[in-house]
């Protein structure tokens, strides 16, 4: 969402011109967004279903919109364009299970294994139909090329967080963080994902207690995010960590910068990203990085980073405390960070690289 919000508004800024044919779930904030636009149509596509009714959606419906509007050119923001276009296509490659072997999963569900084959098959036809793959990093584009012997086009789009948190100013503390006022925080900011390996901190806290007395981690869970997520508060609960792992639940995007400002640490042991925001942001409110020392991290944080070993309680535990009793280390490591923000675009810059390209495309299928 941050994505899509971010670079449809930009679009609206940087290409208002054209006329957009919108393809949006209703009630998740694109409605505002679309209105920006001088010229468009919104056209409403189901939230959730089986695999059958999404793929009588697209095969039916969508495509039938889609060639009623008569576009030039289509883009993807969520990896799936259509399987037999009316024009060109460029597809923004989001879902790292698409080409990350299956350990970086976490636990998923039989009923997600199923349908994460169902996208990766998909995936594999419409490349075929593609004429321009965005990727967020130049990990996704090998990964890809990899994973898909793709040859086709690919452009690094990159990512960034946005705006509005570089002018939130809010400094109260969250009262549900008052308690803990005097421990070491470590904010990790992620909805629950399987791949977000949210389990290790269980294992985390249980192995080594008394060595992390002082360090508490703050997640942002709801427990209907996933079908995994309920167990996981549950886990937490029942090995007494209610205190050392404290769930804040879901915190709205305006509020998240006071959470940032009263950490000392961000902490993200994901096991696969396609670019990971949340680095990007933690950078600009000083706050030091701990993540999972992978191919993916090491694209956007670079040095600005202390890694560790995402399947390993141990090395989580090593690099915490490494960084919680060395100052000196956090500060070279928000200062790295500081550097790093320079390297990324703005959102503006980025919808107006892909407006180019999707000009480009347009005119070369047609």
Same mark, same amino acid.
């Given at each position: 969402?941050? #994505?899509?919000?971010?670079?449809?508004?930009?679009?609206?800024?940087?290409?208002?011109?054209?006329?957009?044919?919108?393809?949006?779930?209703?009630?998740?904030?694109?409605?505002?967004?679309?209105?920006?636009? =001088?010229?468009?149509?919104?056209?409403?596509?189901?939230? $959730?279903?089986?695999?059958?009714? *999404?793929?009588?959606?697209?095969?039916?419906?969508?495509?039938?919109? %889609?060639?009623?509007? =008569?576009?030039? %050119?289509?883009?993807?923001?969520?990896?799936?364009?259509?399987?037999?276009?009316?024009?060109? =296509?460029?597809?923004?490659?989001?879902?790292?299970?698409?080409?990350?072997?299956?350990?970086?999963?976490?636990?998923?569900?039989?009923?997600?294994?199923?349908?994460?084959?169902?996208?990766?098959? /998909?995936?594999?036809?419409?490349?075929?139909?593609?004429?321009?793959?965005?990727?967020?990093?130049? @990990?996704?584009?090998?990964?890809?090329?990899?994973?898909?012997?793709?040859?086709?086009?690919?452009?690094?789009?990159?990512?960034?967080?946005?705006?509005?948190?570089?002018?939130?100013?809010? *400094?109260?503390?969250?009262?549900?963080?008052?308690?803990?006022?005097?421990?070491? $925080?470590?904010?990790?900011?992620? $909805?629950?994902?399987?791949?977000?390996?949210?389990?290790?901190? %269980?294992?985390?806290?249980?192995?080594?207690?008394?060595?992390?007395?002082?360090? @508490?981690?703050? &997640?942002?869970?709801?427990?209907?995010?996933?079908?995994?997520?309920?167990?996981?508060?549950?886990?937490?609960?029942?090995?007494?960590?209610?205190?050392? #792992?404290?769930? @804040?639940?879901?915190?709205?995007? /305006?509020?998240?910068?006071?959470?940032?400002?009263?950490?000392?640490?961000?902490?993200?042991?994901?096991?696969?990203?396609?670019?990971?925001?949340?680095?990007?942001?933690?950078?600009?409110?000083?706050?030091?990085?701990?993540?999972?020392?992978?191919?993916?991290?090491?694209?956007?944080?670079?040095?600005?980073?202390?890694?560790?070993?995402?399947?390993?309680?141990?090395?989580?535990?090593?690099?915490?405390?490494?960084?919680?009793?060395?100052?000196?280390?956090?500060? @070279?490591?928000?200062?790295?960070?500081?550097?790093?923000?320079?390297?990324?675009?703005?959102?503006?810059? #980025?919808?107006?690289? &892909?407006?180019?390209?999707?000009?480009? #495309?347009? %005119?070369?299928?047609?």
């Amino acid at each position: 969402m941050t #994505i899509g919000h971010n670079l449809t508004a930009a679009l609206a800024r940087i290409a208002p011109q054209h006329n957009y044919l919108m393809i949006i779930p209703s009630g998740y904030g694109y409605e505002e967004i679309c209105s920006i636009f =001088q010229h468009y149509q919104i056209f409403f596509c189901p939230q $959730k279903g089986s695999l059958l009714k *999404q793929w009588l959606f697209e095969t039916f419906e969508l495509s039938r919109a %889609v060639r009623e509007f =008569q576009p030039d %050119v289509i883009l993807s923001l969520s990896s799936r364009g259509l399987l037999h276009p009316p024009c060109a =296509q460029a597809i923004h490659c989001d879902d790292t299970h698409l080409f990350y072997p299956s350990k970086h999963f976490g636990r998923q569900t039989f009923k997600n294994r199923i349908n994460k084959l169902y996208q990766k098959w /998909h995936m594999r036809f419409q490349l075929k139909k593609t004429q321009l793959v965005l990727c967020q990093t130049p @990990v996704v584009e090998q990964r890809i090329r990899q994973t898909f012997r793709y040859r086709g086009r690919t452009c690094i789009s990159g990512s960034t967080f946005s705006d509005f948190l570089r002018e939130e100013r809010q *400094q109260d503390m969250p009262e549900n963080l008052i308690p803990y006022k005097d421990k070491w $925080k470590m904010f990790c900011l992620s $909805k629950y994902y399987a791949h977000k390996n949210l389990e290790i901190l %269980v294992e985390l806290f249980s192995r080594f207690r008394e060595e992390l007395e002082e360090v @508490v981690a703050i &997640i942002t869970i709801d427990s209907n995010d996933h079908p995994n997520a309920s167990r996981l508060l549950r886990s937490i609960e029942k090995h007494r960590l209610s205190k050392k #792992i404290i769930n @804040v639940g879901s915190i709205p995007h /305006h509020n998240v910068g006071s959470y940032y400002r009263h950490c000392q640490a961000f902490l993200m042991p994901t096991l696969m990203e396609t670019f990971g925001i949340p680095y990007l942001e933690a950078m600009s409110f000083n706050l030091p990085v701990l993540t999972s020392d992978l191919d993916f991290a090491h694209s956007v944080c670079g040095d600005a980073a202390l890694y560790f070993d995402p399947w390993n309680s141990k090395s989580i535990r090593d690099a915490i405390l490494l960084l919680k009793n060395n100052p000196l280390l956090s500060n @070279v490591l928000v200062r790295k960070g500081q550097s790093r923000l320079k390297m990324f675009k703005s959102w503006d810059q #980025i919808a107006g690289e &892909i407006s180019e390209l999707l000009s480009e #495309i347009a %005119v070369k299928r047609a």
